[in-house]
């Protein structure tokens, strides 16, 4: 059966994406979940990961193309059908042309060549091809899987909260098909093509990873044949059959004392076979992401190798920045792996095996008087974003205080008056944020990210703001093109992203793109803080809490003691790319725009 690759919807505004890069080729096998082209949209660059396991038999687009979302870009030809994909490239020969087809696949996927030379059971293609010679054809290319979007940059699964189509219902390309909770939104989620729903693969209620098939959709005619089509699957059992010759082979070539561990000969293969043989999805209690399992592949890193990194990832997974580290440590380090001969003479392996477990063991033992909470994944997330910033930047921290009494002022004034008239409240936030993005106009390079060596200036100020949530976590919604609202446009956007992020109603792309950010802990009686980076962006601007005191201001050239409203400011950015010049000018035009405003100056 051929499995459709759409152009998947990254965003609810997303309409199309470009293709950058193919990363597989017609004829190439590939593993689902696997990466298999890399997209661009208006709001992300990202991986595509295969929907289904098979071989590459048609790519739709090109790389430098721009595809609407939903649009069919790829087919795969998945295991149960490989054997009818030779026939399908004639037309519809009679199912006895087929027979000698059945053979051929065995050369074509070259990557798994040892799996595939036991179809011995050829007659089981055949009553497939034989009993829906029509079908097959149509069935081909005619089911689009539905998967768990991901929706947001640290979110790793969603729950299903609602099924709105059932398996039979009729349903329109981007028609709501189901609902979803995940722990930085509740949304819905659009069909990627029209046709008949013909199985649901997750019910209410359960928590599905990011990128699993959920649902499958129909598409043409004789849609519930195709939801049976996938059906034969006793083709698994020769491949598994097929293992264990594999795992047997190496333990006759290793003669004498080999003989004494033929258990062990499994995983030996698995380094052996370096980049034919995939890193699984999961292995034991451990995930290991697409990205992840790409890298190792590509690099060589073995199965064996992989479960012994330390992951800093949430549950301890092992993540992009784990994996790359233990690669550059094994290339700069040499291992002192040639060493056959006193492998054989040290024949004392139970020292090796009770040595490793010891530095693992300590656990601290809290005693009685200790209350444990689990973390919830909200806070895992955070933990996790907060040391991923800490190992990417080296943060430094500006600090500056600014006289803000004719900020409060104007606000003292005009807080009244601009909630009759707005219609919601007047706080001090729109007012710091309007000076951030004055100050930001003025030195562009600290609106930037790094891109490896590179520099990617962003040319409009998304600014992103720490949002606490009814629980006591944090969300950072973000405010798009910053730069074009003023004092009640950002109070619009702060109120109305800040309400809908406490109750779970933001959009997937309205907590993505940020490219600066805004913490206030001014409502919690902070003086002074060092916030950390929000990746990957390069600089966050702290405010605090407004004190009356004592201030020495120049008036006509004397010194006077003055009681005024005085305020610290902090900007903490990544010194790879923001210097301390940069930072500090940067700060300082921010100091000046909120010194600036007053009941004159502010325009509301």
């Avoid at 190439?28 to 660059?45: W, Y």
């Avoid at 930001?440 to 100020?461: C, F, L, R, W």
């Avoid at 730069?483 to 993505?512: S, V, Y």
Wanted: hydrophobic fraction near 40%; charge should be neutral.
């Amino acid at each position: 059966m051929k499995v459709d690759v759409v152009m998947p919807k990254m965003g609810e505004s997303v309409q199309e994406g470009k293709i950058l890069r193919w990363v597989k080729n017609v004829g190439d096998r590939i593993e689902r979940d696997e990466v298999l082209l890399e997209i661009s949209t208006d709001k992300v660059d990202t991986e595509v990961p295969a929907p289904a396991s098979g071989v590459l038999v048609e790519r739709l687009a090109q790389e430098g193309d721009t595809v609407e979302v939903g649009k069919v870009i790829a087919r795969i030809e998945t295991e149960v059908s490989a054997a009818v994909a030779t026939t399908s490239s004639t037309p519809t020969p009679e199912p006895a042309a087929a027979a000698p087809a059945v053979q051929a696949p065995a050369p074509v996927p070259h990557p798994t060549a040892q799996t595939t030379p036991s179809p011995a059971p050829s007659p089981a293609p055949q009553p497939f091809a034989a009993s829906q010679p029509s079908a097959a054809p149509v069935n081909a290319g005619s089911v689009v899987e539905v998967v768990m979007p991901k929706m947001g940059e640290s979110v790793q699964e969603g729950k299903i909260l609602r099924w709105v189509k059932n398996v039979g219902d009729r349903i329109e390309r981007d028609e709501v098909l189901l609902e979803i909770s995940t722990d930085k939104v509740d949304t819905e989620v659009p069909a990627p093509a029209s046709g008949v729903l013909v199985e649901r693969l997750a019910q209410e209620g359960d928590t599905v990873e990011v990128g699993k098939v959920i649902a499958k959709i129909a598409v043409g005619s004789a849609p519930v044949q195709a939801a049976a089509a996938p059906q034969p699957t006793p083709q698994p059992e020769p491949q598994r059959a097929s293992q264990p010759a594999l795992h047997h082979a190496p333990a006759q070539t290793t003669n004498g004392t080999a003989a004494v561990r033929p258990p062990s000969a499994t995983p030996a293969p698995v380094p052996q076979q370096g980049r034919t043989m995939k890193i699984p999805r999961k292995h034991g209690e451990r995930f290991y992401s697409p990205l992840v399992r790409t890298i190792a592949e590509a690099e060589g890193v073995s199965l064996e190798e992989l479960e012994t990194i330390t992951g800093t990832g949430l549950g301890g997974r092992v993540t992009k920045d784990d994996l790359l580290r233990y690669i550059q440590q094994r290339t700069t380090t040499p291992t002192p792996a040639p060493q056959p001969v006193e492998a054989r003479v040290a024949q004392s392996t139970p020292q090796v095996i009770t040595s490793p477990p010891p530095p693992q063991a300590p656990k601290p033992s809290w005693g009685p008087d200790v209350e444990v909470i689990p973390m919830d994944r909200v806070r895992q997330l955070i933990a996790e974003h907060m040391v991923r910033s800490k190992h990417t930047s080296p943060h430094v921290t500006s600090v500056a205080e600014a006289d803000v009494t004719g900020i409060i002022r104007a606000h003292q004034l005009y807080r009244d008056e601009f909630q009759r008239r707005e219609g919601i409240k007047l706080t001090l936030t729109p007012f710091f944020a309007k000076a951030i993005v004055d100050g930001v106009k003025q030195y562009p390079m600290v609106n930037v990210s790094v891109d490896g060596t590179n520099i990617i200036v962003h040319k409009n100020i998304n600014l992103s703001f720490a949002t606490l949530l009814p629980d006591g976590n944090l969300i950072v919604p973000v405010i798009k093109k910053a730069q074009l609202l003023n004092i009640t446009g950002l109070a619009h956007a702060i109120t109305d992203l800040a309400t809908r992020a406490r109750t779970k109603k933001l959009n997937p792309d309205e907590i993505q793109g940020g490219t600066i950010s805004l913490t206030n802990m001014g409502p919690w009686g902070s003086l002074f803080g060092t916030p950390v980076i929000n990746q990957p962006q390069t600089a966050i601007i702290g405010v605090y809490a407004v004190q009356k005191r004592p201030v020495v201001k120049e008036i006509n050239g004397e010194d006077v003691i003055m009681i005024r409203h005085m305020m610290y400011v902090t900007i903490t950015y990544d010194h790879r790319v923001i210097d301390g010049a940069l930072g500090s000018s940067c700060l300082r035009a921010i100091v000046q725009s909120l010194e600036a405003m007053n009941p004159e100056t502010v325009q509301l």
